[in-house]
């Protein structure tokens, strides 16, 4: 099947570019304000946008992020909620990739098969379920398959070489390498540990390769751009959006990514 997450940062390498890939959280800050800041974000050169599920207990993220799910939940958001959201987005014209991440239990409390059938109906491209170890996807793996969307796995500092070739295997998309140890959260530098991972990942797999947590600047992106495919943006971006909350949260997203292309 024709992979649009793949074909979007194929374009991004044909340009000799680094691909941004941005990520908001459903419902954050406001319960229907999503469709607009991702319309905004498109416009302003996205190449593949996150969709955080809001969940009870996000363990992968730090602060800000933990802060954006917790006021969507406040807000009312469901899985359902963020189907309804991503269909909107398609409603719009906005045709840039969309993958969902969240947590593996409401994934599972829905099914997964429904769950996945719903993501492609929404027109969602993609999906990360952040607490899934590899060696247990296998199931996710074969619902993404019949529904036609794409599996991305997330590869940490410590993964093995086991873990790796195991989630490459199973992987679609791209592949999400944690630019670091702990949880998501703006950070100064990009560790160079990172770069050692992307090696590892890129000796199992053809796939693009994004990095992500930590990366707030495009003096970050150009140093993932040396070895990398694609820059995630996540705390800075979302914090951007909640300190704009009140007055233009669409525009400032769009001026925070068109910022990181310089």
Known sequence: MSD?????????????????????????????????????????????????????????????????????????????????????IRRRGVDTPLVFMGYYNPILQLGLDEFCARTRDAGVNGLIAADLPAAEAGPLYDACQKAGISLVPLLALTSTDETIAHACNQASGFVYCVSLLGVTGARATVSERVETLVARVRSHTKLPIGVGFGISTAEHVRAVGKFADAAVIGSALVNTIQENESSDAPGAAADFLRSLHQ
């Open 4 to 88: 649009p997450i793949q074909n979007a940062f194929n374009r991004a390498a044909a340009e000799q570019r680094t691909a941004i890939v941005p990520f908001v959280t459903v419902g954050h800050p406001n319960a229907d304000s999503t469709p607009d800041i991702v319309q905004s974000l498109s416009d302003a050169g996205a190449d593949v946008i996150e969709l955080g599920i809001p969940f009870s207990d996000p363990l992968a993220e730090g602060p800000v992020i933990q802060k954006s799910s917790f006021q969507a939940l406040q807000n009312g958001i469901t899985p359902e909620a963020c189907f309804d959201s991503a269909a909107e």
